[in-house]
């Protein structure tokens, strides 16, 4: 009896020890859909919707704890800046944002600012091409029309 308990005490030694190998092999680095440590808020951006788009539409940027964004940023300079009250939607689960690109902003690179004025690359946005539908021939066409 006693060569027998020594089997199972050896048995669940080693299921036991390979359990703990895997534990801690598995998963270190990836932190995605863990609670941070801390638990404090980190801002991220992800992607930004549509990319090709101009003036006057809507853009829809996604990331995490979105609602840590201040301001976006159109190009370069801080003329042309869209403010957190200005927003159209702060998703409630802080995962995205949508706002409309003002009417004069520049098509280029996006940045989002943190409470805390840090400028974060949201993406780039591209210039819509306008779609033509028909070309009327120059000789139809009289002076003055």
């Known amino acids: 009896m006693k060569k027998n308990n020594i089997y199972q005490w050896l048995y ?3 299921i036991v020890m390979t359990s703990l190998f895997l534990w801690s092999a598995c998963g270190e ?11 404090t808020p980190h801002l991220t951006v992800k992607d930004i919707n549509p990319k090709v788009t101009k003036p006057g539409n809507m853009v829809v940027i996604s990331g995490r704890d979105m609602n840590l964004v201040k301001a976006v940023r159109f190009g370069e300079t ?14 409630t ?37 306008p779609v033509v539908e028909k070309i009327e021939p120059v000789s139809a066409l009289l002076p003055g029309d």
């Open 12 to 14: 669940a030694s080693v």
């Open 29 to 39: 680095d990836d932190t995605y859909g863990k609670p941070d440590v801390d638990n």
């Open 78 to 91: 801080d003329q042309f800046v869209v403010l957190r009250e200005a927003f159209d939607k702060v998703s």
């Open 93 to 129: 689960n802080s995962t995205q944002l949508v706002l409309t690109i003002p009417e004069d902003a520049p098509i280029g690179t996006v940045y989002v600012i943190s409470n805390e004025d840090i400028a974060l690359e949201a993406g780039t946005l591209t210039a819509m091409m």
